[in-house]
């Protein structure tokens, strides 16, 4: 069994820079893509970027991309969501989550979830 433990979200102000942190606990192959997504108020979840967790290969949605980096520690077992330039449309639930099922780093679907972290950005 995988679990998810995220942490870092925040209230901050535009322009401002976060970090936030999924631990991962359970036996985690070299195969498994790690995931963040997020949901803002009223609207769908989505998936962001993706890493795969043994080659570090990754992949960044439209809306991941230039703002966002995801990186991971194997050591640690811990991924990471490096996000700058801060904008009130950011604010939103975010959610690391694990897919165990191969497949390209864009699918959606994973198996395992976090319970999210807020992040509150402020004009």
């Known amino acids: 069994q995988v679990q998810l433990v995220e942490s870092g979200g925040a209230l901050v102000q535009a322009g401002g820079s976060l970090r936030l942190s999924c631990v991962v606990s359970?036996?985690?192959?070299?195969?498994?893509?790690m995931g963040w997504f997020r949901q803002a108020p009223g609207k769908e979840r989505e998936l962001i970027v993706a890493?795969?967790?043994?080659?570090?290969?990754?992949y960044y949605a439209d809306s991941g991309k230039g703002r966002f980096t995801i990186s991971r520690d194997n050591a640690k077992s811990t991924v990471y969501l490096q996000i700058s330039s801060l904008k009130p449309e950011d604010t939103a639930v975010y959610y690391c989550?694990?897919?165990?099922?191969?497949?390209?780093?864009?699918?959606?679907?994973?198996?395992?979830w976090g319970q999210g972290t807020q992040v509150t950005v402020s004009s």
């Open positions: 359970g036996r985690i192959a070299s195969t498994y893509t």
């Open positions: 989550a694990a897919r165990s099922r191969t497949g390209t780093l864009r699918n959606p679907d994973y198996d395992y």
């Open positions: 890493i795969r967790w043994g080659l570090g290969t990754t």
